[in-house]
């Protein structure tokens, strides 16, 4: 038995078979031609500077309208995005990055400027560090227990969520994190620019994966103008940077090296947070039991210091957030919803919701891993469509749970990634005004467009297959 376990995927200097039968393909691969030498890069320019417009007045907009206010903003500069990455690709690659990055990196100072408009959830991370330095458990307390009281502050303390009564939900590689970072200085800003740091990893490895795949590295534009991270990291600080910087990273590993190594990463990312497990899949080989049991034990060893906690190692996850957030009555499961919808609410019906959903991300997981000519593209695809549908089973309440399908915007460029990036902003609602949509039409919206999308794509592939058929 090979001590080493690495993937095969076969070189790019050709463009490899797409998966997925074309369905999770890129849709934007072969823009028309520019008209003149440096007409793309004005073009670029101007989409450039209307986007930045958008995003300079978008924190003023907040405050005068609102949630409604921010959507206004952000969907339209957004959909400028997908111009960019068209006309992107038809300008020269050194002068369009620095373009690209030009404006990426000054909009995201700018955003730095302004407290986090549409979350607080960074100044519980500050918390946990601050918790954790002083010796303490950050699962055994929620930040009012009077045990916590010398470390109360006027500056962090106050604007904590859920202080009164919810220890920390976050798992053991986050509050690692955080610990580290509040070692270098206890302050948002500080926080901010370490997740900064993540995202500037996963940057990286999404030019590493598009020159390796022969795709043009200026397609990093559908990453980095896009407003969900620019807000959601830049502005918010949310500890999903740090979770697919990993991912990206495990991925990076597992599908150039060694899979085992890149699982051990990805597995480290999802105890950042579990959105990105899925990725663990599209690496994974029937009967490798290996893999899994060192996902396992790192799993094992993560939650080690911190088992003085005992069952409330889980944190408010299990003594709350699944409550709150409508998971455990299903009430925000959409899928379910629809459901109960047309058939009505029935006793179990979260329960085999929860087998259902279970057996799908099982048949999609031996899919991906029985796949016989898998490739670096094909593998990425496979880990766009398990994310994809695993938010669509989970269908969370928060525009930054769905970060980690944006590096795919760029990787794969596929209409059902784009509509679901963008969608997620529908779900912004720091701020209720007058006029506010429910939950329910918005995640109808939102999950709704994702299926016609890919109804879309799924046509527009079979149309494109049998026209090459007819030709030969």
């Known amino acids: ?33 520019s008209t003149g030498k440096h007409a793309p890069l004005y073009q670029l320019a101007t989409i450039g500077a209307i986007f930045a417009a958008l995003t300079l007045a978008t924190p003023f907009a907040f405050r005068a309208g609102g949630d409604n206010a921010f959507i206004a903003m952000a969907i339209p500069a957004s959909l400028l995005t997908i111009a960019a990455t068209h006309v992107a690709e038809r300008t020269a690659t050194s002068r369009a990055l620095w373009l690209i990055f030009g404006i990426g990196i000054l909009l995201r100072v700018y955003v730095l400027l302004f407290d986090p408009l549409l979350s607080t959830d960074i100044f519980r991370y500050i918390w946990d560090g601050r918790v954790q330095a002083a010796g303490i458990n950050p699962y055994r307390y929620f930040p009012a227990h009077d045990a916590l009281a010398p470390l109360r502050d006027t500056t962090i303390f106050p604007r904590i969520n859920r202080a009164d009564y919810a220890v920390t939900i976050y798992p053991p590689v986050a509050e690692f994190f955080f610990l ?3 070692r270098i200085g206890e302050s ?33 534009v559908a990453y980095f103008w896009h407003p969900l991270p620019i807000w959601e990291i830049a502005n918010n600080g949310h500890v999903d940077a740090l979770a697919v910087a990993l991912m990206l990273l495990g991925l990076w590993v597992a599908l150039t090296a060694h899979a ?10 999802a105890l950042v947070k579990p959105y990105v497990a899925p990725a663990l899949a599209s690496i994974w080989r029937p009967w490798d039991w290996k893999m899994p049991a060192a996902v396992i034990a790192l799993i094992a060893l993560c939650y ?3 088992l003085s906690a005992g069952w409330g190692i889980f944190g408010f996850l299990t ?3 699944l409550t709150e957030e ?6 925000d499961l959409w899928p379910l919803s629809v459901w109960r919808l047309i058939f009505g609410t029935h006793r179990g019906d979260v329960a085999a919701y929860a087998v259902v959903a ?25 880990t766009n469509m398990l994310l994809l549908v695993v938010l669509l089973l989970v269908s969370p309440n928060r525009p930054w749970h769905f970060l980690p399908i944006l590096p795919f915007v760029a990787l794969c460029g596929n209409a059902p990634t784009w509509v679901v990036s963008i969608g997620a902003l529908l779900l912004t609602n720091e701020l209720y005004w007058e006029f506010h949509l429910p939950k329910p039409v918005i995640k109808s919206i939102l999950f709704g467009s994702f299926l016609l999308a890919c109804i879309w794509s799924a046509r527009a592939a079979y149309l494109k297959k049998a026209a090459g058929t007819g030709r030969s």
Request: hydrophobic fraction near 45%.
């Open 326 to 331: 409508g998971i455990a009555s299903g009430d």
């Open 358 to 382: 279970a057996l799908i991300v099982l048949f999609m997981t031996l899919s991906a891993a029985r796949r016989p000519d898998r490739t670096i593209a094909s593998s990425l695809a496979d």
């Open 319 to 321: 003594k709350g957030y």
């Open 304 to 306: 080690l210091p911190y």
């Open 180 to 182: 580290i970072v509040t």
């Open 188 to 220: 948002v800003n500080v926080m901010r620019l370490a997740l900064l740091s993540c995202e500037a990893v996963s940057v990286t490895l999404i030019m590493l994966f598009l020159r390796h795949m022969g795709r043009p590295t200026t397609r990093i």
């Open 1 to 33: 038995m090979l001590q080493r376990r690495e993937l095969f995927l076969r070189p790019h200097h050709r463009r490899a078979r797409d998966p997925m039968s074309g369905v999770f393909t890129d849709q934007f691969a072969q823009p028309p031609p």
């Open 260 to 269: 085992r190594r890149g699982a051990i990463l990805i597995a480290l990312g």
